[in-house]
């Protein structure tokens, strides 16, 4: 059974930093195309990061870019994002996601998620 369990989560005032984890269970994370979503209540759900399954391509919103810093982990089966200045407008529940489409920003193409994480930044 795959399972990807999020964590790291939290209240952090505007210039921030925040580090959350995607730990998986039941495929590989080296093996498939993994990224971060992030989505308000009322809004569609948003691509954040992602680092492909061949060649460790990292790709980026342009919303995030020099600031949020997407990682894997392969010996712990587990990938990151360091958010680094954080704003308001990056207030969000972030998911975790996995999928073998090729660096892939749209949240229909991937095929397993994991639990959202509230990440909330005061001004």
């Known amino acids: 059974q795959v399972q990807l369990v999020v964590s790291g989560g939290g209240l952090v005032e505007a210039g921030g930093s925040l580090r959350l984890s995607c730990a998986a269970s039941?495929?590989?994370?080296?093996?498939?195309?993994m990224a971060w979503f992030r989505q308000n209540a009322g809004k569609e759900r948003e691509f954040v990061a992602g680092i492909s399954w061949i060649g460790r391509r990292r790709y980026y919103a342009d919303s995030v870019k020099g600031r949020f810093t997407i990682s894997r982990e392969d010996a712990k089966n587990t990938v990151h994002l360091q958010m680094n200045s954080l704003n308001p407008e990056d207030t969000a529940v972030y998911y975790c996601?996995?999928?073998?489409?090729?660096?892939?920003?749209?949240?229909?193409?991937?095929?397993?998620w994991g639990q959202g994480t509230q990440v909330s930044v005061s001004s």
């Open positions: 039941g495929l590989t994370t080296s093996s498939y195309t």
């Open positions: 996601a996995a999928g073998t489409k090729w660096a892939s920003t749209l949240h229909n193409e991937y095929d397993c």
